[in-house]
């Protein structure tokens, strides 16, 4: 018994270590997105090119695609417009944007000036959507599959890397 | 003493003194509500829900663009007159229980909620059964003994 | 050349120490004792070597020295000279050169505060101490050298200490904290020196009080300054957010205080020697645990230092190669030291293991708490969970109300067992009594009556009559209540600032008023009865900030108060920060926050008033003058 006792904060001590070791693995510094797996949220928006047309969920028709969050004041976002611009490219997948607490018109000029990867985007002035999506910041990007699930989301910029390793798997 | 009795005077005389002044100044409040309940647990929320842009502040101690959208919207549903579970359910739908300083009380979490208080009781029924297995062994002849000699150690301490 | 010879200086120091930690173990196993007179000139040498490196690396912050990279990240030629000398602790690199010099003044102190070192005893603390600055010393070289150089492509301007890092409180906060943290490594020492020499007896336990103490007091100033830097420096008037950090400083003061309570009883009474024991290591090992999750970057935090697995492995390693060893050694020392006392259940020693259990399993929990995020992630396979202050202000209040309960009276218990319990009624009208009158002049004071304070309003009572009462019911002579007095000095201090610190805590938060709102220039508001003004708005020029000072007149009944707010903009890193206004008395602190200019002379503001929060800063410097005066008794005493 007394012996048991002795050893007792050596065996705690080793759990804890593992533990601790267990959490320097861990490369996740996101919050994940609790909408994975779920269809992609209702919603009634203007389009941002054209204010007069009302797009909803079923306008995301063509699937597999990536909705991506993207503003003006989102220095971020410049970084990865040319990957999206690339993707627009090379692949047949549809990109759509979610224009994010922005202006109409700076949203338009900047699209004209630096190239529009995008289908189409949604404009949500005040972020509605966004809080629907689970969105804390510029930018994000969320896969939908050929089912219209979300299956992952992205915050920060797009880069191949990621691309590669987080959206290629949900592809195929 | 007598700044105390001086701000004690002070403090009669403001009670008295505001409380015949209706506030006015309602428009000027950022997020103004019709009741001190609503607003109480306006705020109760702000604290209580973590901002999940800055990783480390609650919604009510962020500065950040989401923590203000979501603040927004958690105003508009108090003030929709929802409940506070329903405001809870509406963020961690979107958000996931992260967003919660408080951890639901599920399986998962009951270690979290039932653990602390689980290890105090085992310490203290551990310390109490040490003692009388302890108390055994000594003789109470030993016992006297020792207490004689401690009683005089305490009065000389 | 200066950031060479101060590299140099550390590496001296790695030498040192490294000799300093295996030569007495070396001694000790083979039985060859040599003359141990080299323990003070070698404890003296490393002190030297490293303030002389940590002078040197001030030194390149004065000059603006930018070809230090360290030096470039965390300076810039607009910083006031003041500041560059806090920057070479404001971040991780030259917070470890801090971190190590503290260690080694720790030593110092030790060896020169007895005056004999020639025993085994000394000579193997004076060994672990060494292998603690060593693992130190070498973590800061191969992870974390601050004198790296950038050459020889120095930028010419460098980038700036984090604006809210710019403040007084933070320059000397950081000093505190870190005499704390490793001031425990002490009766870490002494604890594996007594298991090694087998000398757990009462002289261990006495020689290991003072410095627990010490430690434990250092921490409370180190905390206390933070949580007051927290609140005028973050601007939403929050004072303690139980932010992982927070925590990291937390446990460990909370086990310090657990260990000087226990040593207490092993000298006395030659009981608790294992538990004593336990917590010495204990303490050392929160400490370290603090610093793993604060410098890992494995929990992300407001004052996480920058992430580097690389370093995370390292402290890990440093965290399991003393605590590991030293709970070998106490798994395999001589089991028979078996406790030569008894006591009974209204003993000191009980009252003592109540308060240590209470302590540990709150300390435990907290720290549970902490990494439970992160233990819920690994276990559920990715879900996010945060815990935060709704969990652990639940947690701490049974604690809390336990620990406030037994201070009350712990001080009329006796040792082995209680003769009478006469006191008890009289600690309760005592109590009730001062309770009626803090709620009436609460009452008073703010015009309504808060259940939510109740509970703090009890405690405070309860231990105040019971510090006094102690003094009056003995019926000492007049001529010994000084020698009384004297005798437990410190206790009462200490005592007496929990015992404030829980009044502030459960006042502020009942009877706090705060509203967001938008005023223009010459707008008045009025929150529970204090009006506010906003008279004018200004710009103003800093030494590296540009600012915007809103000026605030304040109109309490017949007076009218001052203030003002500003937006600062710090132009080398274009980042913004909010200076809160205070104004302070006895009972209440206004609080105004300036928020944005939502248009023309429109600003939003945060107003607050916060009641008794200064008696929250104002406990805690009490419990730190409290241990500091036990533990300068006691060294005092030394021989």
Not at chain 3, 418 to 439: A, Q, S
Not at chain 3, 492 to 511: E, K, Q, R, T
């Amino acid at each position: 018994m007394k012996k048991i006792i002795d050893i007792a904060p050596l065996v705690v001590f080793v759990l804890l270590v593992l533990a601790l070791f267990s959490f320097l693995q861990r490369d996740n510094n996101q919050l994940n997105s609790v909408l994975i797996d779920k269809n992609f949220p209702e919603f009634t928006l203007t389009q941002l090119e054209d204010e007069d047309i009302i797009l909803s969920r079923s306008d995301i028709s063509h699937f597999p695609a990536i909705v991506n969050v993207w503003a003006t004041w989102c220095i971020t976002c410049r970084v990865e417009h040319p990957f999206l611009l690339n993707l627009k490219k090379e692949s047949k997948i549809k990109i759509y944007g979610l224009n994010y607490k922005d202006d109409r018109q700076k949203a338009l000029s900047l699209l004209e000036r630096d190239g529009n990867p995008f289908e189409f985007s949604i404009y949500d002035k005040e972020g509605s959507l966004a809080i629907d999506l689970g969105v804390y910041g510029a930018p994000e990007t969320f896969l939908i599959n050929s089912d219209g699930i979300i299956k992952t989301r992205h915050v920060g910029a797009l880069t191949p890397e990621i691309w590669n390793k987080k959206f290629v798997i949900h592809l195929k | 003493m007598k700044s105390l009795f001086f701000s004690i005077i002070l403090a009669i005389s403001q009670v008295i003194w505001s409380v015949g002044i209706q506030n006015l100044d309602v428009q000027k409040e950022l997020y103004p509500f019709d009741t001190v309940e609503e607003e109480i647990r306006f705020n109760k929320l702000l604290d209580d829900y973590r901002c999940p842009k800055c990783q480390s502040s609650n919604l009510s101690g962020s500065n950040s663009p989401i923590a203000r959208d979501l603040k927004i919207e958690i105003y508009r549903l108090v003030k929709e007159g929802k409940k506070d579970y329903e405001i809870t359910e509406f963020l961690t739908q979107r958000y996931g229980d992260f967003i919660l300083y408080k951890p639901p009380f599920q399986p998962s979490t009951y270690l979290l909620w039932i653990g602390p208080f689980a290890l105090l009781l085992i310490a203290i029924l551990c310390v109490f059964l040490v003692k009388r297995s302890k108390q055994k062994k000594v003789s109470d002849t030993d016992l006297r003994a020792l207490k004689k000699k401690f009683q005089s150690e305490s009065e000389n301490r | 050349m200066i950031p060479e010879i101060g590299h140099l200086l550390l590496i001296g120091a790695l030498v040192v120490t490294f000799i300093g930690g295996c030569l007495p173990i070396y001694e000790f196993f083979s039985k060859k004792y040599y003359s141990q007179s080299y323990v003070r000139p070698f404890s003296v040498l490393t002190a030297f070597l490293v303030s002389g490196s940590l002078i040197c690396l001030i030194y390149s912050f004065l000059v603006d020295d930018f070809s230090v990279a360290y030096v470039a990240t965390n300076s810039n030629t607009l910083l006031p000279n003041y500041y560059k000398f806090a920057a070479t602790w404001g971040a991780h690199e030259g917070s470890l050169v801090l971190w190590v010099l503290c260690l080694s003044l720790w030593l110092v102190g030790y060896m020169f505060s007895k005056r004999d070192v020639n025993d085994p005893f000394s000579s193997i603390t004076f060994a672990i101490m060494n292998q603690v600055i060593f693992a130190f010393v070498l973590f800061t070289l191969f992870t974390s050298n601050p004198f790296e150089r950038l050459l020889p492509f120095s930028p010419l301007e460098g980038g700036d200490l984090n604006p809210s890092l710019q403040d007084f409180a933070f320059t000397i906060h950081p000093p505190l904290l870190y005499l704390g943290y490793s001031g425990l490594a002490l009766p870490f020492s002494l604890a594996i020196a007594a298991m090694i020499t087998n000398n757990i007896d009462s002289l261990w336990a006495r020689n290991a009080r003072p410095w627990s103490l010490l430690s434990c007091a250092f921490l409370t100033l180190g905390i206390g300054l933070g949580s007051w830097w927290a609140y005028y420096e973050l601007g939403w008037g929050g004072w303690w957010f139980w932010d992982p950090v927070e925590n990291a400083a937390f446990v460990p003061w909370l086990i310090s205080i657990a260990l000087f309570h226990s040593l207490i009883v092993t000298e006395r009474r030659g009981v608790f020697k294992n538990w004593s024991l336990l917590l010495s290591i204990l303490s050392f090992a929160a400490s370290l645990l603090g610093t793993f999750l604060v410098r890992s970057g494995v929990l992300t935090s407001v004052h996480a230092f920058a992430l580097d697995p690389e370093r995370g492995l390292f402290i890990l390693g440093i965290f399991t190669y003393f605590v590991f060893g030293a709970l070998l050694i106490y798994s395999l020392k001589n089991t028979k030291t078996q406790s030569e006392s008894t006591y009974s259940l209204t003993s000191v020693e009980f009252g003592f293991l109540l308060n240590n259990l209470l302590l540990v399993v709150l300390a435990i929990s907290i720290m549970f708490g902490t990494i439970f995020p992160l233990l819920y992630e690994a276990y559920t396979n990715g879900d996010q969970v945060s815990v935060g202050p709704p969990y652990f202000n639940v947690l701490i209040l049974p604690f809390a109300i336990g620990l406030g309960f037994l201070q009350g009276i712990g001080l009329f218990l006796g040792w082995s067992d209680t003769k009478d319990f006469k006191f008890v009624n009289r600690l309760v009208i005592e109590t009730l009594t001062m309770l009626i009158v803090i709620n009436i002049i609460l009452y008073f004071l703010f015009g309504s009556f808060n259940t939510g304070s109740l509970v703090a309003c009890l405690l405070f009572s309860w231990i105040v009559s019971g510090n006094f009462l102690d003094i009056v019911i003995n019926k000492r002579p007049l001529n010994k209540i000084k020698s009384f007095l004297n005798f437990r000095l410190g206790a009462i201090f200490a005592h007496l600032g929990i015992a404030f610190l829980v009044l502030g805590i459960g006042v502020v938060s009942s009877y706090s008023s705060e509203k967001e709102l938008l005023l223009s220039v010459g707008e008045s508001y009025d929150l529970d009865g204090y009006v506010f003004e906003f008279e004018n708005l200004s710009s103003e020029k800093g030494p590296n900030y540009i600012a915007d000072v809103a000026s605030l007149k304040i109109q309490e009944n017949a007076q009218a108060i001052s203030l003002s707010s500003e937006k600062r903009n710090y132009l080398s890193a274009n980042q913004v920060t909010t200076e809160v206004g205070i104004v302070a008395d006895l009972f209440k602190d206004y609080y105004v926050a300036l928020g944005e200019n939502i248009e023309g002379d429109t600003w939003s503001f945060r107003l607050q008033v916060k009641p008794f929060v200064r008696w929250i800063w104002f406990g805690a410097l009490l419990v730190a003058i409290g241990t500091f005066i036990s533990s300068i008794k006691l060294l005092r005493k030394e021989t």
